[in-house]
């Protein structure tokens, strides 16, 4: 289950379009963040991608993209040209198509590559899906089928692509939007598939989320309701949304008062996972300030993002180094899993680890922002590693007081929830 936002510029503090996203995956599916060169193809050639190989493109552009570690596609990322793409899960009353085809995250990473603006990026997803389709299981540990939900911006505009098979209805974004798991197109759509527009009602609006949506899965995914508390928390700052902002709303736990990752009810934003049907948590997440000139990519690169620092990414500078790309087995050499000793340690008690480390860890990305506007094009790759330095100092001293604590204060059943995939990855709190 996942979380997207954007905002265009006119509903900014700074003038400059916003879009944020957090990936949920499974408990042990790290994500690797990644930057990939432009790239001279081959349209006679083929590239191969999760599943299935389809024709090359003479010519690719770079890439920034985070993905699961075993897929080829992207949960999310960003263009040299300022496109930023990040999909949902979306569950139909048709099930999902289980013949492997493309994947959503295959789709989104060949939007980027393949796309200089937002408005190409939804044509040639759109051109793909109805050329090849989409299928195949996308889960780690457990078998998911699905069909994707897209949000699509650059610097200038923002679209919803939302499809079913190889069907879609496209909404362009008038001012602020959020995307959960869930279909949320009505009768606004900007355009539609020809096949999905044959089962319109004669006479009347046609509400393509009411036909579509299935209302069941819909109730274990929570995704109107998350999509709701997404949308309301953007429309709380709207004309003053800053990046800030969207790493708020993306460590978001709800309302509720006594919230905690084992009391939850339903699914937040910032999701945490649990015993039972919850097992899925927010892996890795993302924010992106579209500014003509000078576009920023702030990425954790790690789980929860309510125990994670975001660090900033430009293009036309080198990635920090963040240890081999992780998998599904621990390793201490690797950022994602280094970081799990903070998320996991905080389990036991997430509101005394999270009051130990929010206070440092929002004055840190504030610093950052800092730094990073103030740095010349020349300075700002030195700017950039310093930030990713500070931070992983900052979550060494976190790591080590949080991990003190243990986790003692898990219910049973939560702590063999997590005992059970802590085997699985081989982790352990002294990792």
Not at 133 to 162: K, M, P, S, T, W
């Amino acid at each position: 289950m996942c979380d997207t936002l954007t905002a265009l510029a006119s509903e900014t503090a700074r003038g400059a379009a916003l879009f944020a996203k957090n990936s949920d995956r499974e408990r042990n599916e790290a994500q690797v963040v990644e930057m990939h060169p432009a790239r001279r193809g081959d349209p006679a050639g083929r590239v191969k991608l999760t599943y299935v190989d389809i024709p090359d493109v003479a010519r690719s552009h770079a890439v920034l993209i985070s993905r699961p570690f075993w897929m080829w596609g992207a949960e999310m990322g960003a263009n040299e040209h300022g496109v930023v793409i990040g999909n949902e899960a979306l569950h139909a009353k048709r099930p999902a198509q289980r013949r492997r085809a493309l994947t959503g995250m295959d789709l989104l990473r060949l939007g980027l590559e393949r796309a200089a603006s937002a408005a190409e990026a939804v044509r040639v997803m759109i051109e793909l899906l109805e050329t090849h389709g989409q299928g195949g299981d996308c889960g780690h540990l457990g078998r998911f089928y699905y069909n994707n939900g897209f949000i699509v911006a650059d610097a200038a505009e923002a679209y919803v692509l939302e499809t079913e098979r190889r069907r879609w209805a496209v909404e362009k974004v008038a001012d602020r939007r959020a995307l959960s798991n869930a279909y949320s197109i009505g009768a606004g759509f900007s355009a539609i598939s020809a096949e999905l527009m044959a089962e319109a009602p004669v006479g009347r609006p046609f509400d393509v989320a009411a036909h579509l949506l299935d209302e069941a899965r819909d109730a274990v995914s929570f995704g109107r309701g998350r999509c709701a508390r997404g949308q309301a928390l953007l429309d709380e700052k709207a004309g003053r949304l800053a990046p800030a902002d969207m790493m708020a709303i993306l460590r978001d736990h709800g309302a509720a008062a006594d919230w905690s990752p084992v009391n939850t009810v339903g699914r937040t934003i910032c999701m945490h996972a649990a015993a039972g049907p919850r097992r899925s948590q927010s892996v890795a997440s993302m924010v992106s300030e579209l500014k003509p000139g000078r576009t920023v990519h702030w990425v954790t690169g790690t789980s929860a993002p309510c125990l994670s620092v975001f660090k900033p990414v430009v293009f036309g500078a080198d990635l920090p180094a963040m240890g081999p790309a992780p998998t599904d087995q621990a390793d201490a050499e690797s950022l994602w899993w280094r970081h799990e000793r903070l998320h996991r340690a905080a389990l036991g008690d997430h509101a005394t680890a999270h009051g130990l480390i929010a206070v440092e860890r929002d004055a840190l990305e504030a610093d950052f922002q800092a730094r990073v506007g103030a740095a010349s094009d020349a300075d700002l790759p030195v700017a950039i590693a310093a930030c990713w330095r500070d931070a992983e100092a900052a979550e060494a001293r976190w790591t080590s007081a949080v991990a003190a604590m243990g986790r003692g204060g898990n219910p049973a059943a939560y702590g063999r929830s997590w005992g059970r995939l802590d085997r699985a990855a081989g982790f352990s709190l002294t990792l």
